[in-house]
């Protein structure tokens, strides 16, 4: 659940050189490497150190000084999988991902295109209101929110992680602040010829929107997929948990078998490190295609 | 808000006639309400009216089940005395205070060590980048793993240079610490997306300006590109300081607030009033009193920052 005070400043796009460095000219050496490797596989240790130990036995894992495993356990992957819901929760997480990052993806732009681009009466107000509840901390609502799901009869179900979160604040205000900074002379041009206003966003301003979408979307999946506390309170049943939550009770009941435990961590994370692998891409594709600044 | 009013109003003399401004002028109403309609409910229901019940329960004693009893202001003095929140409130300033600095600053540097063009540029910061997508429940996974006492791998490197074992998360002295480099060690690669994005904003001629001058590359970058970041370190300050006031996950995962309440950090406090002794009123209290810490720190931050930033000038 994204619940941030504050946006961003806009991005502009922070890996400029991407084709630089991998490109024809030769050069010495550079003795930045010295502080970039060292920095870089400090980085990596955490992530390195759970893939070996996800491959080892618990005897090689419990021995001090730890030394790399003789062979690869490819059978602990294989008793994760048996000992715990893991596809479930997986399927769980790329459900309630896919609803709320399609419906955020729906409601704010439309909602933050009004907000940009339309006057009406009460839209002042309303923005007001939209911008205080994006200062109020998640922790405040947290509570109530439980009593407004438990009173759809939504608690330990998939729906609590996905009505509350149709729609964000945030996403509104991104959406608003993408809207507001793109020239309006074609939707004017669009609304002389005599189209209306849901004419004028849907076959002028919808096919504009592609990064500022992409942005939101991974922005989104991200804030769903990264959510604890929220699913924590609002689901009990195993086979309603997301893959953070499903970690965490993982976690808990096998606490000493720690190739068990980095073998499950690393399944868990390995879906989004390869979306962002592809996101990272498209993110800095898709600003330099559209040349925002 | 100030472009909005053009649309209409342009269309108008073209058009040259009231009735048609006047469809419009319709038109933009009932699309306007169309538009934002669906956030408008949920917003509403799941943003709006959750604040306001939450300062209801914080005047009642409720236990989430039964209907709740009003007892006026008794919650929010019952925090004044209360040794166990005055004890999360310090845990969590030690831990703010630690963890802002050196993250911010600490993204800075990285930062700057990875503006530049030198092969192996795209690994160096996909190291920095990717733990910033990994979770919070599995960040703290791995350092548990990592920092384990008996087993883990920084007491083997500690070792190998003749420091004895530490305790880390079981060690009430050094829990908190801990948490402050596993949570660095998460959040340092929003800070370098957000000064790398901000270091392509600073305009090359004023650094060749500098060099010219004969002022060396490291001078440049504090004196001409660091006041040149104000603005994404005073974000960075914000965003940071707001997120560390909430911090909850690692600790669920790796301490519950051990060991002898060194990590119990105020969200976890609040969690714990909430759902283990189904306080509610009570955790509402403390709820609100975290917003408005939160409030508070942030407008300091921002006016100071303003200041600094004019000072400067």
């Known amino acids: 659940m994204a619940h941030p005070a504050l946006v961003p400043p806009v ?30 596989l400090v980085m990596l240790t955490p992530l390195a150190w759970m ?90 609502v947290l509570i109530p929110t ?79 997929w990264n ?4 699913p924590l309170v609002a689901i009990q049943s195993p086979e309603n948990m997301t893959m953070q939550l499903g970690l965490s009770t993982f976690q808990g009941s096998h606490l000493t078998d720690w190739p068990l435990l980095m073998a499950a961590t690393l399944m868990s994370q390995l879906p989004v490190i390869l ?4 996101g990272q891409r498209m993110f800095v594709r898709s600003i330099a295609s559209s040349g925002i600044k | ?57 914080s005047f009642q004693q409720n236990d989430l089940i039964s209907p709740g009893k009003w007892v006026g202001l008794a919650n929010y003095k019952k925090l004044l005395h209360d040794p166990l929140f005055a004890n999360s409130v310090r845990n969590t300033i030690v831990y703010t205070a630690v963890f802002v600095p050196v993250s911010v600053i600490g993204a800075l540097l990285v930062a700057a060590a990875l503006n530049r063009r030198v ?64 949570t660095v060690w998460g959040w340092l690669g929003f800070g370098v997306i957000i000064y790398l994005a901000a270091l392509q904003s600073v305009p090359a001629d004023l650094l060749e300006a500098a060099a010219i001058d004969g002022c060396s590359r490291w001078r440049a970058f504090w004196r001409v590109e660091v006041p040149l970041l104000a603005p994404a370190t005073l974000f960075l ?12 996950d690692e600790i669920f995962v790796t301490t519950k607030g051990g060991p002898v309440g060194a990590t119990t950090v105020v969200v976890y406090y609040l969690y714990q009033q909430a759902f283990q002794y189904f306080n509610g009123g009570y955790a509402s209290a403390i709820a609100y009193v975290l917003f408005l810490a939160i409030l508070v720190v942030t407008v300091v931050q921002l006016t100071a920052g303003r200041r600094l930033s004019h000072a400067e000038r």
């Open chain 1, 11 to 40: 991005l502009v796009d922070p890996l400029p050189e991407y084709e630089d460095s991998v490109g024809p000219r030769r050069r010495r050496p550079s003795a930045w490497h010295l502080l970039l490797l060292p920095l870089s």
């Open chain 2, 1 to 57: 808000m100030v472009r909005t009013a053009e649309a209409p109003a342009a269309s108008a003399p073209v058009e040259g006639r009231p009735s048609v401004l006047r469809r419009v002028w319709w038109s933009d109403h009932l699309a306007g309400w169309a538009f934002i309609s669906p956030t408008v409910v949920l917003i509403g229901l799941f943003g709006l009216v959750p604040v306001v019940w939450a300062f209801v329960l």
């Open chain 2, 237 to 248: 300050v914000i965003w940071l300081t707001i997120n560390a006031l909430q911090l909850f």
């Open chain 2, 119 to 182: 092969r192996g540029i795209t690994f160096y910061r996909l190291a920095v980048f990717i733990p910033v997508v990994t979770s919070t429940v599995a960040t703290a996974t791995m350092f548990s793993w990592l920092l384990d006492p008996d087993f883990g791998l920084v007491n083997a490197a500690l070792s190998k240079v003749g420091i004895a074992s530490q305790g880390f998360f079981r060690d009430p002295h050094e829990a908190l610490m801990s948490i402050v480099l596993m």
């Open chain 1, 227 to 230: 959510d604890f506390l929220w």
């Open chain 1, 51 to 140: 893939v070996v130990t996800a491959v080892s036995t618990v005897q090689e894992s419990r021995q001090f000084p730890p030394r790399l495993p003789s062979s690869i356990q490819w059978s602990n992957f294989v008793a994760v999988w048996t000992t715990a819901p893991f596809g479930r929760w997986l399927i769980n997480t790329a459900v309630v991902s896919a609803i709320v990052v399609a419906s955020n993806l729906v409601f704010c732009s439309l909602a933050g295109y009004a907000f940009a681009r339309l006057r009406f009466r009460g839209s002042g107000l309303a923005f007001m209101l939209l911008l205080a509840t994006l200062m109020v901390p998640f922790q405040v």
């Open chain 1, 275 to 278: 979306l962002f692998l592809a």
């Open chain 1, 146 to 224: 439980l009593l407004i799901v438990k009173s759809f009869g939504l608690i330990d179900h998939l729906g609590a992680l996905i009505v509350p979160n149709l729609v964000t604040a945030f996403g509104v205000f991104m959406m608003r602040q993408f809207f507001l900074a793109l020239p309006p002379e074609l939707e004017e041009a669009g609304r002389m010829d005599g189209a209306s206003r849901a004419g004028v966003f849907l076959k002028i301003v919808t096919p504009l929107m592609g990064p500022a979408l992409a942005t939101l979307a991974i922005l989104t999946f991200l804030s769903i």
